[in-house]
């Protein structure tokens, strides 16, 4: 182990691209294995419901764990409940791989979750840690852009994955992942949490940072931007296999080939966020973001209720709607978590849960929804997109917004 000397600087290019991957490591989990969804049924002789469970409760769970790892690394600091977050991912991962049942898969794939969240809690506040309130936005984006090539790249290795070696493949590479970023950072993360809360896990402290997070019109505003977005998205990852691969007759590896590209969608939104937000400023931006996404939404299911069903006219409109999602996710992140240096945790812990579970709930109702066409599809992700800047809209105004541009390089 390298001395704290030793240590990269926070802001080296070598520690964003950890913790681009930490916090990519929920996202990989959920990628890296859609392209093995629809063969899970027949493997386990279930349905197409049963097996979207497997993306729910993976929500569900990392849901709920953020509530819990963001107190304790406000508490105990960020680096340590890390590390022990991706121990816990690493072991789920091989239970995933080593399930003989889908109950089996079921519940490791929550204890996978769990360990997965710990990535995307602490990642989100050692940036704030080391960056401000000010560059965070910024900074978020930047790695948002990198964080693009989890998505581009994670249905490619699943789909290939898939087709050489079977559906356990997927959940042996993600235990390979996390030994690796278990390695590294015990190595090179230094602790940034410089001033430890000894209140933090007290019930009735707990209760006030919540109770002060959700009666913050500013807050509620962006954790609804960001959440039903990102709903969007994981109604898209519960559905579009079984459009694809089931529907539509496309092989895992081509339609891991195919859902890269719509990582193009993201890509933009990214950049969009990381040229335009110092101009224009976090509260415009996650405006247009939603716009953005909904437009996509309505494209998707205005073919669909003409009748017309295609590979790319599902995936072309959602390459918009996610164009948008990234426009959206990097600033109402910085947005939200901004203005609450003291209870960093808690507020991106608090912003994690509400965004998973709504993401666990919509990939629930996608999975039941029918798959012979993609209107029904189109139409859920219309209403989501479409709350979503009804909400912002009606909750944060601009004289709430304390800083309109962000200002300062990652």
């Known amino acids: 182990m390298l001395s704290p000397r030793r240590k990269p600087h926070p802001e080296s290019l070598l ?5 681009t991957a930490l916090i990519a490591l929920g996202q990989l989990a959920t990628a890296i294995y859609a392209p093995s969804m629809p063969s899970l049924a027949g493997v386990f002789g279930t349905t197409a419901e049963t097996v979207a469970l497997t993306l729910t409760v993976f929500l569900a769970g990392f849901a709920v764990s953020q509530l819990v790892f963001g107190p304790l690394s406000d508490r105990f600091g960020r680096r340590p409940v890390l590390l022990w977050g991706v121990v816990l991912f690493l072991i789920g991962s091989l239970g995933c791989a080593l399930s003989n049942g889908i109950g089996a898969l079921i519940a490791w794939r929550f204890v996978q979750s769990v360990g997965a969240c710990s990535g995307a809690v602490l990642g989100r506040a050692i940036v704030r840690d080391i960056y401000g309130r000010e560059r965070a936005a910024k900074a978020l984006a930047y790695i948002g852009i990198a964080f693009s090539v ?11 994955l898939q087709v050489w070696y079977g559906w356990r493949s997927p959940f042996l590479f993600l235990t390979g992942i996390g030994l690796i970023l278990l390695a590294l950072g015990w190595t090179l993360l230094s602790e940034s949490n410089k001033t430890p809360d000894p209140n933090a896990l007290a019930p009735g402290a707990m209760l006030r940072n919540f109770r002060v997070l959700l009666t913050d019109r500013t807050f509620l505003g962006y954790m609804a931007a960001l ?3 990102f709903s969007g998205l994981m109604a898209f990852v519960a559905s579009a296999p079984f459009l694809i691969i089931e529907q539509l007759h496309l092989s895992p590896d081509h339609f891991g080939l195919l859902a ?9 939104g990214n950049l969009s966020a990381g040229t335009l937000t110092t101009r224009l400023g976090t509260r415009r931006m996650v405006a247009g973001g939603c ?21 790319w006219l ?8 996610l164009w948008g999602m990234g426009t959206v996710m990097p600033n109402a992140m910085a947005g939200a978590i901004g203005p609450f240096a003291r209870m960093t945790g808690a507020a991106s812990a608090l912003l994690g849960f509400f965004q998973m579970a709504a993401g ?3 990939g629930m109702i996608a ?17 989501l997109a479409g709350s979503s800047l009804l909400l912002f809209a009606v909750l944060v105004r601009r004289r709430a917004e304390p800083s309109e541009a962000v200002s300062g390089n990652p």
């Open 291 to 311: 716009a953005i996404s909904l437009a996509g939404a309505l494209i998707m299911a205005g073919f669909g209720l003409a009748g017309h069903f295609g590979i």
């Open 260 to 268: 890269a590209l719509t990582s193009a969608g993201t890509l933009a």
């Open 15 to 19: 520690i964003g691209g950890l913790l």
């Open 227 to 229: 959440s039903l977005t």
């Open 314 to 321: 599902v995936m072309g409109p959602m390459i918009v709607f």
């Open 150 to 160: 989890s998505p581009a790249v994670s249905p490619i290795i699943g789909g290939y």
């Open 367 to 383: 999975g039941g929804l029918p798959h012979d066409t993609q209107w029904p599809l189109g139409m859920m992700m219309v209403l």
């Open 360 to 362: 666990a709930a919509a």
